[in-house]
């Protein structure tokens, strides 16, 4: 079955750090371009960040800049969203999706596959 998987939410408290993963199931990830998503309570689902996983060149919304990272498993089959300094804005459910080429993309609608979402809630 062709799927991608999210896994690493959690509730946690300002200032602290999750990683999540994006699993891709019954496909490759090779070139490929995955993009992570958050929709935040009450808003649109909006892009957080994405990476090319041949060049593994990653880009970023300036919201997250310099506390999130996203890296590549060895094996190109995971995908990585490290984040640090947790703040409550960026609370919500952060999805994954992937998207054939080498070109990322806060598009939501030129990802043809997605996952189904992980939950972050960050709250003191």
């Known amino acids: 079955q062709v799927q991608l998987v999210e896994s690493g939410g959690g509730s946690v408290q300002p200032g602290d750090s999750l990683t999540l993963s994006c699993a891709a199931s019954?496909?490759?990830?090779?070139?490929?371009?995955i993009g992570w998503f958050r929709r935040a309570p009450g808003e649109q689902r909006e892009g957080v960040s994405c990476?090319?996983?041949?060049?593994?060149?990653?880009v970023y919304v300036d919201s997250v800049k310099g506390r999130f990272t996203m890296t590549v498993g060895d094996d190109r089959s995971v995908v990585y969203l490290q984040m640090n300094n947790l703040k409550p804005e960026d609370a919500g459910v952060y999805t994954c999706?992937?998207?054939?080429?080498?070109?990322?993309?806060?598009?939501?609608?030129?990802?043809?596959?997605w996952g189904q979402g992980t939950q972050v809630t960050v709250s003191s």
């Open positions: 990476i090319h996983i041949s060049s593994r060149r990653a």
């Open positions: 019954g496909f490759t990830l090779e070139h490929y371009s």
């Open positions: 999706a992937a998207r054939f080429g080498n070109t990322c993309s806060y598009v939501q609608r030129v990802y043809d596959r």
